[in-house]
């Protein structure tokens, strides 16, 4: 009977989670990420990513969200992936999977410097990276950039570099209208705990009561499992 109880309050759990997802989806909201005074000032955005997949895995639901928002997306990916002698294939992989978020080709930047080789125990200049997203930002008016946090969501130690490289540059830049923003990394449990962590990522965005974190609900989860669908070469 106890685990009986059990099954039945996680039945529940989960039940009341995707409802609540489901009615977010039907009905949703405006969300204030990058919408001021609830006017929709279209802007211009750059993701910076480790490797290729990074955009589809990590960051689809936001890229989602200011997409159909009309805001114009740039993707700069510090590296072809090339771990295993696969970059070239890697590199045509977020091609297909960025136009499938609706992110312009030409909009999307994949380095291939011995700099940024992709492995773990392999250290990136976080100097040099500072000044490439500085040049990207020059070339293109990008006034928002997107990244990793300090943990980068997997604990890959590229993932680190990109964020200490982004930090870097927000540190020196004289720009002072340039914003930046992390995604936050969650720990294990709330990673495989499914729709139930709806409530974590609510209840986290409400506790900043300075409105400096947003709960993003992925609107196009079919786009994001597409676009991971190219990346047939990490479907491993």
Not at 59 to 66: C, V
Not at 223 to 232: D, G, P
């Amino acid at each position: 009977m106890e685990w009986f109880m059990i099954f039945v309050s996680v039945a529940v759990l989960w039940f009341a989670s995707l409802c609540k997802i489901l009615h977010a989806s039907f009905y949703p909201h405006r969300s204030s990420f990058l919408n001021n005074a609830g006017s929709l000032q279209k802007r211009n955005v750059l993701f910076v990513i480790a490797h290729p997949d990074d955009e589809s895995m990590f960051f689809s639901p936001t890229i989602n969200q200011l997409t159909s928002r009309g805001h114009n997306v740039h993707i700069l990916c510090m590296s072809t992936g090339n771990a295993d002698g696969m970059g070239n294939v890697r590199k045509e992989e977020l091609l297909r999977a960025s136009a499938t978020l609706k992110v312009p080709i030409q909009q999307v930047t994949v380095m291939d410097h011995p700099d940024f080789q992709d492995g773990f125990g392999k250290i990136w200049n976080t100097s040099l990276l500072s000044k490439i997203v500085e040049k990207k930002i020059h070339d293109h008016a990008i006034d928002i950039i997107i990244t990793f946090d300090n943990y980068g969501v997997s604990g890959h130690c590229n993932h680190h570099d990109v964020h200490h490289g982004v930090r870097r540059f927000m540190l020196d830049t004289s720009q002072q209208e340039i914003e930046a923003w992390e995604l936050v990394s969650t720990n294990i449990i709330r990673k495989y705990s499914g729709p139930v962590d709806i409530w974590f990522s609510l209840w986290s965005a409400q506790t900043y009561s300075n409105g400096q974190t947003h709960c993003l609900l992925n609107e196009n989860p079919r786009r994001s499992y597409a676009a991971m669908s190219q990346h047939l070469s990490q479907w491993v």
